[in-house]
């Protein structure tokens, strides 16, 4: 069973994601994944110099700045660069998936319904919290202004929207009711299985 768990920035994902490690699921990261393989992969480095020209690595790694800017404002950018990168990472997720044996695993995706992936996953949890904090968050994660923040958060879609779509739902404004839901989630998760 293939779980997917989203959440827009500063929501809190990462923390969530350790509670179901801490259960013995496997988690796996989409984004970190990405990173990864855009590193490692000989294609996807040809075809993102392709794409971006020279720049788009520094030193024999991708330049994320770089990227960054360039897909900030350019959805076709995007599309194209996600294009190059998705497809190796959803047979990068098959690959791991077939050597895990737990009771079901959770595979991290920011923009889950942005990208119209819902049927990849068998039930989908989003991760919640509120506006400002999630700001703060940020902010002091990242060490963004609020307007850099505001402007992602503008690409994803709304809570209410996302809660719409999903099968269960996490507000992560205070990390001990969090981790209650969450264990209320993964114990559901394996009533589930078992029925």
């Not at 690959?95 to 079901?104: I, T, V």
Request: glycine share 4%; with cysteine.
């Amino acid at each position: 069973m293939v779980v997917g768990l989203t959440g827009g920035i500063g929501s809190g994902k990462s923390t969530i994601l350790k509670c179901f490690q801490s259960y013995g699921i496997p988690v796996y990261i989409a984004d970190d994944e990405a990173k990864a393989l855009m590193n490692r992969s000989k294609v996807i480095r040809r075809k993102l110099i392709h794409l971006f020209g020279e720049k788009a690595y520094e030193n024999d790694t991708l330049n994320r700045p770089y990227l960054a800017s360039k897909i900030f404002n350019d959805k076709t950018l995007l599309a194209k660069m996600n294009a190059i990168v998705h497809p190796k990472v959803a047979t990068h997720f098959k690959q791991w998936l077939n050597k895990q044996d737990a009771a079901y695993v959770i595979k991290e995706v920011a923009i889950i319904f942005e990208n119209n992936l819902q049927n990849q996953y068998d039930y989908i949890i989003t991760v919640v919290a509120d506006k400002d904090l999630r700001i703060k968050r940020v902010m002091q994660r990242d060490g963004v202004s609020r307007e850099k923040v505001e402007a992602i958060m503008k690409n994803q879609w709304s809570d209410e929207d996302k809660i719409k779509k999903s099968d269960f739902v996490i507000v992560n404004d205070n990390l001990k009711e969090a981790q209650k839901q969450a264990l209320k989630i993964h114990k559901k998760l394996l009533k589930k299985l078992n029925s």
